[in-house]
C-alpha cells in the first residue's frame, strides 16, 4: 500500500517562530487533508489540498502531485498551535479510505 | 449540522467484556469511516460503508470486531471479548461521495481502555 513520511518527526518552537512541516508519499493521491489533533485525540481538519496552495490565516499549504508531497507551512506560531499534525493521503484508484503518517508533534513555547 | 458526533467518549471495560460505540455522520454524507489509533501512532483504517453497505473491512478488523450501518444513517462498532490490545482511541469519519470533493470530517472518537 502507499506509504506516508512526515517529518521531522518532532518540532520544538519559541513563540513567533515560522515553521514548515513536511509529507512524502509513495503513490499517486486523489485526496490530500492535514489535521490538527487536539488534546483530547480530535482530528481537526486543516486543509483538504490533493494539489495546489491554500492559505487560511497563519496556515498555508502547497501540495506538488507530481513530485508526491505537500508542505504545511505556520507562521508566527502560536501556544495553541502545539499538538500533533498528521498528513493523510487517499491514492488514486483507491476506495477513499484515508492511510495517515505517523505524525509530527509540534511543541511551541511561550 | 453539528458534525461527526461519537458516543460515548470514554469506556472502560473488563477483558472478556463486549462493547458498542456509535456514530452519527454529518447528515449530508452518505460514507462513513472507522479508524483506531493507538498511542503515538496515526490512526489507522478498519471498515467503511457507501450509504448501508460496508465496502471494505481491513485485515485489523478481526472476527471480534462487527460495524453496521443499518439505515444508511448512523453506524455501529462492536467488539466481542474484549482484549486488552483492543484499548485504543477509536476513530469514526464521514464524507460525501461526490466528485472533487471526499474531504474526511472526524468525531471526537471513543476512547477505550480494556482492564
Known amino acids: 500500500g502507499i506509504q506516508v513520511e512526515q517529518s521531522p518527526p518532532d518540532l520544538i518552537l519559541q513563540e513567533g517562530a515560522n515553521s514548515t512541516l513536511r509529507c512524502n508519499f509513495s503513490?499517486?493521491?486523489?485526496?490530500l487533508q492535514w489535521f490538527h489533533q487536539n488534546p483530547w485525540g480530535q482530528l481537526i481538519n486543516l486543509f483538504y489540498i490533493p494539489s495546489g496552495t491554500k492559505q487560511n490565516g497563519r496556515l498555508s499549504a502547497t501540495t506538488v502531485a507530481t513530485e508526491r508531497y505537500s508542505l504545511l507551512y505556520i507562521s508566527s506560531s502560536q501556544t495553541t498551535d502545539s499538538g500533533v499534525y498528521f498528513c493523510?493521503?487517499?491514492?488514486?484508484?483507491?476506495?477513499?479510505?484515508?492511510?495517515f503518517g505517523k505524525g509530527i508533534t509540534l511543541s511551541v513555547r511561550p | 449540522d453539528t458534525g461527526v458526533s461519537q458516543d460515548p467518549r470514554h469506556k472502560i471495560t473488563k477483558r472478556g467484556q463486549n462493547v458498542t460505540f456509535r456514530c452519527d455522520p454529518i447528515?449530508?454524507?452518505?460514507?462513513l469511516y472507522w479508524y483506531r489509533q493507538t498511542l503515538g501512532q496515526g490512526p489507522e483504517f478498519l471498515t467503511y460503508f457507501q450509504n448501508e453497505a460496508q465496502l471494505e473491512k481491513s485485515r485489523l478488523l478481526s472476527d471480534r470486531f462487527s460495524a453496521e450501518r443499518p439505515k444508511g444513517s448512523f453506524s455501529t462498532l462492536e467488539i466481542q471479548r474484549t482484549e486488552q490490545g483492543d484499548s485504543a482511541m477509536y476513530l469514526c469519519a464521514s464524507s460525501s461521495s461526490g466528485v472533487g470533493n471526499t474531504e474526511a470530517f472526524f468525531g471526537q472518537g471513543t476512547r477505550l481502555t480494556v482492564v
Open positions: 493523510a493521503v487517499e491514492p488514486t484508484g483507491a476506495n477513499s479510505k484515508l492511510t
Open positions: 503513490d499517486s493521491v486523489n485526496n
Open positions: 447528515s449530508e454524507h452518505n460514507r
